[in-house]
Nanobody
Framework: HVHLVESGGGVVQAVGSLRLSCAASGDLFGLNGMGWYRQAPGKQREMVATITSGGRKNHADSVKGRFAISRDNAKNTLYLQMNSLKPEDTAVYYC??????????WGQGTQVTVSS
C-alpha cells in the first residue's frame, strides 16, 4: 500500500506563489510516475503536471511557465511550485502515484484558494 500526504495549500492573493508537497510512504516499488491533478467546484478533475520515474515532465497548457513539478527521490517527496497564481487556479490539488501492476494511489487533497 502507498500513503500520500499533501501539504502546502492555503489562501494566497493573485500573482502570489505557493509550493505544494506530497510525501509518499509505504511500498513504492514499481513506480511508473507521479503527478498533480486539481478539481475546482463544479468541474471535473484535471491534470496539472506529471513526472515519470525517468524524470520526464509534462505540464498542462494552462499552467506552463507558471507551475513546475519536481521530485526529491531521497525524501520520497513530490513538489509543485506554483507562481503567478490566478483566481482560476483555485481548486483542491491532489497528488497521485502510479505503480506497475498495482494501479494509482491518491492523496487526500489540499485546498488552494487564490483571491483576486
Amino acid at each position: 500500500h502507498v500513503h500520500l500526504v499533501e501539504s502546502g495549500g492555503g489562501v494566497v492573493q493573485a500573482v502570489g506563489s505557493l509550493r505544494l508537497s506530497c510525501a509518499a510512504s509505504g511500498d513504492l516499488f514499481g513506480l511508473n510516475g507521479m503527478g498533480w491533478y486539481r478539481q475546482a467546484p463544479g468541474k471535473q478533475r484535471e491534470m496539472v503536471a506529471t513526472i515519470t520515474s525517468g524524470g520526464r515532465k509534462n505540464h498542462a497548457d494552462s499552467v506552463k511557465g507558471r507551475f513546475a513539478i519536481s521530485r526529491d527521490n531521497a525524501k520520497n517527496t513530490l513538489y509543485l511550485q506554483m507562481n503567478s497564481l490566478k483566481p482560476e487556479d483555485t481548486a483542491v490539488y491532489y497528488c497521485y502515484s502510479d505503480h506497475m501492476r498495482r494501479g494509482v494511489y491518491w492523496g487526500q487533497g489540499t485546498q488552494v484558494t487564490v483571491s483576486s
